[in-house]
């Protein structure tokens, strides 16, 4: 894509989807407004459970912290929202989610320019429409496809999501974590939907810890158990790394050799990051949701029910088998593949 109007500087607004994953998917969108207007600074709304990932984003200014319930209109927050963005005199807003609540402050702010894509009786709230949403095959070409001029057509690859962490950053966290050099794997465990849990992480962990690796269990609060759990199978080579803190989530990404992860926000995190990722997958489909990175990996049972992928957040057969029938030993033979390939296996 040409660059285009080197001399607008007017800055601008990005309102992404807010689950963890899709933020991070969403960076491709300011890589592709970098290329069009380089010299526009580009500023993202950000809650606070996201707001770390700003920092790592190549390309994005600042974020613009506000905690907007995802249930509710919430009138109250929408105008002091709006009176936020007033202050960064914001020349055009690119409105990511197809929902009526998302563009209501961009439009009490008067950003002049509001794009996004027909949905939700929008009119008079986006003033830019983009059509023809139902016709990109993947959601990364569903987000980047709005940054891009009127009428241009897809290109055959998107830029990628990065986030950039410094190496002494990730060192300076080992050494506050008390973490050695070995090689590691991080297992990731959680995820939004019970239905895309994959049930052997702790067996996956003994078989990891007994090849000589070093096994982070990473995640939020919600997976403290899962960690414990994890912890008791795979013995004293296994680390418990889940806090409230989605900082210390990124830094151990950044820091494994490997992650293994469920279809979630932390599988997006790893890729995005460059580290080789496997991501295990079951009711949601590794063609819309692969981790964006050529060190990447996707597992699912080689069994495929005929109900995959259903993309039900619990299982409605009552089976699970497109996780049950992944077996610990092949996730960990990948693993163990996937390190030896990026030089980071074990001399044996």
């Not at 981790?291 to 109900?307: D, E, S, Y």
Request: some cysteine; overall charge positive; proline content about 8%.
């Amino acid at each position: 894509m040409a660059t285009q109007n080197v001399a607008d500087v007017r800055p601008i607004l990005i309102v992404p989807y807010m689950w963890i994953g899709d933020f991070v998917r969403g960076h491709t969108v300011v890589r592709v407004l970098r290329q069009r207007w380089p010299n526009r600074p580009i500023d993202m709304l950000v809650t606070p459970l996201c707001a770390p990932l700003v920092d790592y984003m190549p390309g994005v200014r600042s974020g613009v912290v506000w905690d907007l319930p995802r249930s509710r209109l919430a009138v109250t927050k929408q105008w002091g929202l709006a009176k936020l963005l007033r202050t960064g005199n914001y020349g055009t807003a690119f409105v990511l989610p197809r929902t009526w609540k998302s563009a209501v402050a961009p439009t009490l702010a008067g950003i002049p320019e509001r794009v996004g894509f027909v949905g939700e009786v929008r009119f008079g709230l986006i003033n830019r429409w983009r059509w023809g949403e139902k016709a990109l095959p993947r959601f990364i070409d569903k987000n980047a496809a709005l940054a891009l001029p009127d009428r241009e057509p897809l290109p055959a690859e998107w830029p990628t999501p990065q986030l950039r962490v410094s190496a002494a950053e990730v060192n300076r966290w080992r050494q506050a974590n008390r973490l050695g050099t070995g090689t590691t794997v991080a297992l990731a465990p959680g995820s939004v939907g019970a239905s895309k849990r994959w049930s052997y992480y702790p067996q996956a962990a003994r078989l990891l810890v007994d090849h000589g690796f070093a096994v982070w269990v990473v995640g939020g609060p919600a997976e403290k158990a899962l960690a414990d759990e994890i912890a008791a199978v795979g013995g004293p080579g296994v680390r418990d790394l889940t806090g409230t803190d989605l900082r210390n989530g990124i830094l151990a990404m950044a820091a494994a050799n490997l992650a293994i992860s469920n279809d979630s926000g932390l599988m997006h995190i790893a890729a995005a990051l460059g580290t080789p990722t496997m991501g295990i997958f079951g009711p949601t489909s590794p063609y819309h949701w692969a981790p964006l990175n050529g060190l990447a990996a996707t597992v699912q049972t080689k069994t495929m029910p005929p109900c995959q992928p259903c993309h039900r957040p619990v299982c409605s057969m009552n089976e699970h088998r497109c996780m049950r029938d992944i077996a610990a030993s092949d996730v960990a033979g990948i693993a163990e593949r996937v390190l030896a390939a990026t030089g980071a296996g074990l001399a044996r």
